[in-house]
């Protein structure tokens, strides 16, 4: 039946994932992810990161090739065929319409060809903070809070202003300027746009006179035809073209319906569009998305406010953006440098969990990936403290690394209660370190909250999107009624170990920041 299939592409920066879901029975029919290991991140120098936009495209047709191939073999196994169905075109020509979720405010800067003219500067690279603490000293620290809902910070805009000042031979010959999503939907349809959220994300997004802040490309010297056109977030957005459908063994013509950044998406693929409904993911950085209704801010910029997917000017919907650089990339240095050679993240885990809590006084500060907005920006390098050469061994900071990095969270949710979240209940995506009982466990201990466990991903929330762009399905609720739940974690009586862990922690953090001044 033609037009059985959604394809989701989620764009990240360890690697492109892909998932096929089935219009009938809503469930996900095929996953797959590449590359196998972590994607290269170029830095310069202290600071900087770097993505080659041709990579995640070579990415994204591993896997692409790897999901469809997955449902042509599971078809021919159900019809009994002796072997796999390796012409897997006959699926491509059943997706009905494909959607994009992608890393967050990453500069691609391409010619009139299209062409990358650098690589992308991505979400975790800090070198533009100063740039962003410049605009906001001349616009005015109020302007920003009541226009941009934030301080340009480090975000798209700044990023732009580097490369402006830095690489002015370059910058003369940008055509347009992308966020990674808007790259690949182009290298899929040759339509170069973008969308509000998008826009918001990369601090360009004026909330008070919804348009394009006019005052922030005066600033900058921008001129605003460098920005992309604007599409609806759930609309068509273009059509593969002939030659990316034979790249990618898919059909001509197939539209592109729902685009967004990785947490907005990753709150879509939660059902989270309501205000009050929070989020959460734990991959190479963590983050807490929870919805308002209305035009909040954090008056130090530390949480961000952007458009969320459903959000209008009339019925505003905003995504308060918790973001901590340093997260499971943590995690995954542990993995790498401390733990016993080849060990999975399960098996770490599982041998962790005889460590007491609050690891008799060793901890981390997770910080080493960057700027932190979180910490206004700065950049005070991840740290480890209190280790004792009779007691702590590996086991101990592998723990210790993953009680850093909750208490980072814990740290960050508390600023966005000031701003009105009450945040009772996190849904999160079965994945990532949310597959660590210790890490679920510990967060829903120290911030009271009770986790909802979901088997979903952003790629799969994003061909869900995608149905809903096409009018596939009426709307969220008929998206996301068959969403997996898998399970839920109620918090235990407060620890008084574990409390004091967390204030150990706190003031540890207090001497890094002071330090930093």
């Known amino acids: 039946m033609p037009g059985k299939y959604l394809l989701g592409y989620d764009i990240g920066s360890s690697s492109v994932k892909a998932s096929i879901v ?58 009994g065929s002796s072997g796999v169905d390796t012409d897997y075109s006959s699926v491509g020509a059943q997706i009905a319409a494909i959607g ?39 616009l005015g620290e109020q ?26 031979f370059l910058y003369e010959r940008i055509h347009k300027i992308m966020l990674p999503g808007d790259y690949i939907a182009s290298r899929l349809t040759g339509e170069i746009c973008t969308t509000v959220s998008g826009l918001s994300e990369g601090i360009f997004w004026d909330f008070k006179n919804n348009c394009i802040c006019q005052e922030l490309l005066d ?20 059509r593969v073209t002939e030659k990316a459908a034979a790249e990618l063994g898919l059909k001509a013509g197939i539209p592109i319906t729902y685009r967004a950044g990785d947490q907005a998406n990753n709150a879509l693929s939660l059902n989270v569009f309501e205000p009050g409904d929070v989020a959460a993911t734990a991959g190479t950085s963590g983050v807490v ?64 969990a005889a460590v007491p809590p609050g690891c008799v006084g060793t ?43 909750v208490f980072s969270f814990k740290y960050g949710m508390d600023i966005m209660t000031k701003m009105g979240m ?33 088997d979903t991903d952003g790629a799969a929330g994003a061909a869900r999107g995608a149905g809903i762009g096409a009018g596939i399905y009426s709307g969220h609720e008929e998206a996301f009624a068959h969403l997996k739940h898998i399970s839920t974690i109620e918090p235990a009586p407060k620890n008084e170990v574990l409390e004091e862990a967390y204030a150990l922690w706190c003031t540890e953090l207090a001497k890094a920041i002071n330090e930093n001044n």
């Not at 035809?225 to 273009?238: H, M, S, V, W």
């Not at 660590?436 to 979901?454: K, M």
Request: hydrophobic share 40%; with cysteine; aromatic share 10%.
């Open 219 to 238: 600033y900058f010297g921008f001129d605003k035809d460098i920005l992309a056109t604007i599409r609806p977030t759930f609309a068509e957005q273009g």
């Open 363 to 405: 901890g981390f500060l997770p910080f080493g990936n960057g700027a932190e907005r979180m910490l206004e920006n700065r950049e005070i390098g991840c740290r480890i403290y209190g280790v004792n050469f009779n007691i702590t061994d590996k086991f101990y900071l592998i723990r210790a690394a993953q009680e850093g990095i």
């Open 22 to 79: 089935d219009t009938v029975t809503g469930s996900c029919v095929a996953r797959a992810f590449y590359p196998k290991n972590e994607a290269p991140i170029q830095s310069f120098k202290p600071g900087w990161a770097e993505q080659e936009p041709e990579m995640w495209w070579e990415s994204l047709k591993f896997a692409t090739r790897d999901v469809l191939a997955q449902v042509a073999g599971a078809k021919a196994s159900t019809i």
């Open 100 to 138: 994009i979720s992608y890393q967050m405010h990453g500069l691609v800067c391409v010619d009139k060809d299209g062409q990358p003219l650098r690589s992308s500067i991505i979400w975790c690279d800090s070198r533009a903070v100063p740039y962003g603490k410049r605009a906001q000293e001349a």
């Open 289 to 352: 998305y929870g919805v308002s209704g209305t035009l909040a801010y954090d008056p130090k910029s530390r949480v961000n406010s952007f458009a969320h997917v459903n959000h209008t000017k009339d019925n505003p919907r905003l995504g308060i953006l918790l973001c901590i650089n340093g997260a499971g990339i943590l995690n995954s240095w542990i993995r790498r440098n401390v733990a016993p050679e080849g060990i999975s993240y399960d098996q770490m885990n599982k041998i962790v």
């Open 422 to 454: 009450n945040v009772e209940k996190i849904h999160a995506g079965h994945a990532n370190m949310f597959l660590s009982p210790i890490f679920r466990q510990t967060l829903a201990n120290i911030t009271g909250t009770t986790i909802e466990l979901f």
């Open 143 to 168: 302007f920003c809070l009541e226009h941009l809902l934030n301080s340009p910070g480090n975000f798209t805009a700044a990023k732009l202003a580097w490369v402006k000042q830095n690489e002015p």
